[in-house]
């Protein structure tokens, strides 16, 4: 006799072999959680009083994603697929789905109000990549629970201002599997929407910072640093905080961008603020040396010397 779903998650949960990431997901399911694979209640949902105040406390993540929520359900929501953006608990806070399809995915509980993180559902697509921070597709099988092995969630984290994780991206389907070309692109999709989602979050919580690339991109991964009219940087994005060295979460203490953002070398502070002023001059001044030695209060063969002793070139 062929063995069930939940008895290959018990075995595999319980081997001492090592084995991949979902396994590992399903022995935290399994001996952490304590949970049950083959468990059949579906899951519980928030009166709507406690969503409209799970809604309330994220009223600006709202705002913000809805415009991307809405052009990632264009792509995909005519295949059947389902848009979900839960809270960093992994409860359901915004949805989009045909309204022909928004009973079926009610009853298995992919909708508002409904809780979909990994201590209560188990290894599936929002749980696991809130659980582990990273994007993540949890295909069919793969779900912890029986009950879920119809579906495949495809999903990616999205990072506050602060560095901390607030809230994941989901679209979820009943036709697409990760073996399917169709389905990596949704994969694909659901990564670079949730970084749109995080940039536009950042820009809209430092509006009176300018924003600045700090560090070549990974793939749907932002690295923006926020800079006040001083020059001092006090905001940075997950990507950048890790790219610059920065402390994973957190306020930042403020610091001069120049500091952060020029390659290191044997340069003295002093120079190197020198240098970055006569950088700017000559670059305000479409290089024309002559002007810019006026911005700066110096004669124009001072300029030069300086230029030359501090490595500039001339554009």
């Given at each position: 006799?062929?063995?069930?779903?939940?008895?290959?998650?018990?075995?595999?949960?319980?081997?001492n072999r090592?084995?991949?990431?979902?396994?590992?997901s399903?022995?935290?399911s399994?001996?952490?959680?304590g949970?049950?694979p083959?468990?059949?209640?579906?899951?519980?949902r928030?009166s709507?009083?406690?969503?409209?105040a799970?809604?309330?406390?994220?009223?600006l993540?709202?705002?913000?994603?809805?415009?991307?929520?809405?052009?990632?359900?264009?792509?995909?929501?005519l295949?059947?697929?389902?848009?979900?953006?839960?809270?960093?608990?992994?409860?359901?806070?915004?949805?989009?789905?045909?309204d022909g399809?928004a009973?079926?995915?009610r009853?298995?509980?992919?909708?508002?109000?409904?809780?979909?993180?990994?201590?209560?559902?188990?290894?599936n697509?929002?749980?696991?990549c809130?659980?582990?921070?990273?994007?993540?597709?949890?295909?069919?099988d793969?779900?912890?629970?029986?009950?879920?092995?119809?579906?495949?969630?495809?999903?990616?984290?999205?990072?506050?201002?602060?560095?901390q994780?607030?809230?994941?991206?989901?679209?979820?389907?009943?036709r697409?599997?990760?073996?399917?070309h169709?389905?990596r692109?949704?994969?694909?999709?659901?990564?670079?929407?949730?970084a749109?989602?995080?940039?536009?979050?950042?820009?809209?919580?430092?509006?009176?910072?300018?924003?600045?690339?700090?560090?070549?991109?990974?793939?749907?991964?932002?690295?923006?640093?926020?800079?006040?009219?001083?020059d001092?940087?006090?905001?940075?994005?997950?990507?950048?905080?890790?790219?610059?060295?920065l402390?994973?979460?957190?306020?930042?203490?403020?610091?001069?961008?120049?500091?952060?953002?020029?390659?290191?070398?044997?340069?003295?502070?002093?120079?190197?603020g020198?240098?970055?002023?006569?950088?700017?001059?000559?670059?305000?001044?479409?290089?024309?040396?002559?002007?810019a030695?006026?911005a700066?209060?110096?004669?124009r063969?001072?300029?030069y010397?300086?230029?030359?002793?501090?490595?500039?070139?001339?554009?």
């Open positions: 006799m062929a063995k069930s779903h939940a008895d290959i998650v018990a075995e595999q949960s319980l081997s090592a084995g991949s990431a979902v396994v590992s399903w022995r935290r399994l001996m952490k959680y949970l049950d083959a468990e059949t209640r579906p899951p519980e928030l709507e009083a406690e969503l409209t799970r809604r309330q406390a994220h009223a993540l709202l705002d913000i994603a809805a415009p991307p929520l809405d052009q990632l359900f264009e792509l995909v929501g295949t059947g697929c389902n848009v979900l953006l839960t809270d960093a608990e992994g409860m359901v806070i915004a949805q989009r789905v045909r399809d009973g079926q995915f009853d298995w509980g992919l909708s508002e109000g409904f809780d979909w993180a990994e201590s209560a559902q188990g290894t697509g929002i749980g696991t809130l659980a582990e921070g990273r994007a993540v597709t949890i295909d069919r793969q779900h912890f629970h029986t009950r879920n092995t119809a579906m495949s969630c495809m999903d990616a984290p999205i990072w506050g201002p602060n560095g994780l607030i809230a994941a991206l989901d679209v979820s389907s009943v697409v599997g990760k073996t399917d169709y389905g692109l949704i994969e694909a999709q659901v990564v670079q929407t949730a749109t989602i995080e940039a536009m979050l950042f820009r809209a919580s430092f509006p009176d910072a300018r924003i600045v690339v700090a560090h070549a991109e990974a793939f749907g991964s932002p690295a923006l640093i926020a800079v006040d009219k001083d001092l940087t006090i905001g940075a994005t997950r990507s950048a905080r890790k790219a610059l060295g402390t994973r979460e957190g306020e930042l203490r403020p610091r001069p961008a120049v500091d952060l953002l020029l390659r290191e070398d044997d340069m003295g502070g002093f120079d190197k020198e240098r970055t002023a006569i950088a700017r001059a000559l670059a305000r001044s479409d290089g024309n040396v002559t002007a030695a006026r700066l209060g110096i004669g063969a001072t300029l010397r300086r230029m030359a002793r501090l490595g500039v070139a001339q554009k």
